[in-house]
């Protein structure tokens, strides 16, 4: 496996284009950055925990009207973590580690914990219907393991959105490969 990634990497984009905040060209558009977040599986989340260290879970997630939402249960260390300290990062990706086609989003925000079941209801459904689209006995048995009593929703406020849509720049560098998207 670690050969299979070596393979993938190539120095010379990283030396080029490896920080997109030097870079606007390969910032993502907000319909760019909006269908990552509808299609992307995962969410890194991170999190202080209560000696001060950074922390990052990976996450299911779901966006409700243009905000990104997951859950946690009340008492776990993440919650904790939320009330003492709400900022957090969370990233996401295409999840392609060939650097011509990577895009992803890191969005700097503070965690609001929503304790309300009605609101936790709605976010665990988004989750259900985003992960098993279609699939209603997968749908119901996703369900009941998240619609559980000490379920809070989570929402982050955005503070910064940082991202980065390698292709972009791909496309502009002459004997580069064909860019995506």
């Given at each position: ?11 010379e984009?990283?030396?080029?284009w ?11 558009t ?37 905000v ?6 009340r ?29 992803g989003?890191?969005?700097?925000a503070?965690a ?17 219907e985003?992960?098993f689209?279609g699939?209603?006995k997968?749908?119901q048995?996703?369900?009941?393991a998240?619609?559980?009593?000490n ?31």
């Open positions: 496996m670690a050969d299979d990634l070596l393979d993938k990497i190539r120095p984009v990283v030396d080029r490896g920080d997109p905040a030097k870079h606007p060209e390969t910032t993502m907000a319909a760019a950055i909006a269908e990552l977040l509808a299609t992307a599986g995962e969410l890194y989340l991170s999190h202080h925990t209560s000696d001060d260290f950074p922390m990052v879970t990976v996450h299911f997630f779901c966006v409700l009207d243009g990104v939402w997951t859950t946690t249960v008492g776990r260390a993440k919650e904790k973590a939320f009330r003492r300290d709400p900022r957090t990062c969370l990233c996401v990706s295409n999840g392609d580690l060939t650097m011509s086609k990577t895009a989003v890191a969005i700097k503070r609001q914990l929503v304790e309300d079941r009605d609101a936790v209801r709605r976010v665990c459904q988004a989750q259900v985003k992960y689209p699939d209603r997968r749908q048995t996703f369900m009941a998240l619609d559980t009593p379920r809070v929703a989570v929402r982050f406020e955005p503070i910064k959105v940082i991202s980065w849509d390698l292709r972009r720049s791909m496309r502009r560098q002459p004997g580069a490969p064909a860019a995506q998207g």
